[in-house]
């Protein structure tokens, strides 16, 4: 069991939250957080890359000269790949590299790497971040007060709210999302993982709905 200390928006401890990260994930594997971030990762690519094969370059298909009796190797166009201005032999392709492991897969991902941020301290706790109006001081001044300034942090809410992330897009290494939008790799990209009480309640009752074992 997991005693993490919450905090208010001045850094002043106002009391504590008991979450045991076996709750959400009785194990950490690491290749599956590993397969689950490589899927991620493939997907973020646009798969545009294309180049032209040397039946797409300009340039005349003649035989450059007589097989025999020159002295020379033998040649043939000059859109060879082995000549300059030549096509590529194996030309690049647009193609799409998105593919989708088991959503079950994804969600216990999702709750390994939330469990490894506990056990790593690398989660902090604050009683309430809502805010009036969208304000990037207001936001600045508490991350600084709960030491979280100057590293890449993940702000969770436990809905999406448009004045805290009005007023965290901004600062530089600061991304917000509610607890429907983490998974695996946003979750273990940032240095540190700021999340509200409630967004707190919120990952612990989705963790506690049955689920099948993921193999």
């Known amino acids: 069991m997991a005693t993490?200390?919450?905090?208010?928006?001045?850094?002043?401890?106002?009391?504590?939250?008991?979450?045991?990260?076996?709750?959400?994930?009785?194990?950490?594997?690491?290749?599956?957080?590993?397969?689950?971030?490589?899927?991620?990762?493939?997907?973020?690519r646009l798969g545009t890359a294309k180049s032209k094969s040397r039946g797409?370059?300009?340039?005349?298909?003649?035989?450059?000269y007589r097989q025999k009796g020159t002295g020379n190797a033998r040649a043939g166009s000059r859109r060879s790949g082995i000549r300059r201005g030549g096509g590529h032999i194996f030309a690049?392709?647009?193609?799409?590299?998105?593919?989708?492991?088991?959503?079950?897969?994804?969600?216990?991902?999702?709750r390994m790497a939330l469990a490894s941020k506990i056990r790593d301290g690398q989660m902090v706790v604050i009683d309430d971040l809502s805010l009036a109006s969208p304000k990037t001081k207001d936001m600045a001044g508490i991350l600084r007060a709960l030491k979280c300034d100057g590293a890449n942090v993940l702000v969770t809410t436990a809905?999406?709210?448009?004045?805290?992330?009005?007023?965290?897009?901004?600062?530089?290494?600061?991304?917000?999302?509610?607890?429907?939008?983490?998974?695996?790799?946003?979750?273990?990209?940032?240095?540190?993982?700021?999340?509200?009480?409630?967004?707190?309640?919120?990952?612990?009752?989705?963790?506690?709905?049955?689920?099948?074992?993921v193999r």
């Open 92 to 110: 690049k392709r647009p193609r799409d590299w998105t593919y989708r492991l088991p959503r079950k897969a994804l969600q216990l991902a999702t």
């Open 159 to 213: 809905a999406h709210d448009v004045n805290v992330y009005k007023s965290a897009r901004n600062i530089a290494g600061v991304t917000v999302q509610p607890v429907s939008g983490l998974n695996a790799l946003n979750v273990l990209a940032p240095h540190k993982l700021l999340v509200t009480k409630a967004a707190l309640d919120a990952i612990r009752k989705q963790a506690a709905r049955p689920a099948e074992a």
């Open 4 to 44: 993490l200390p919450v905090y208010d928006r001045t850094g002043h401890e106002v009391g504590s939250y008991e979450l045991d990260p076996a709750a959400l994930a009785p194990r950490i594997s690491k290749q599956l957080l590993h397969d689950v971030v490589v899927m991620y990762q493939s997907n973020l």
């Open 56 to 64: 797409e370059v300009a340039g005349t298909t003649k035989k450059m």
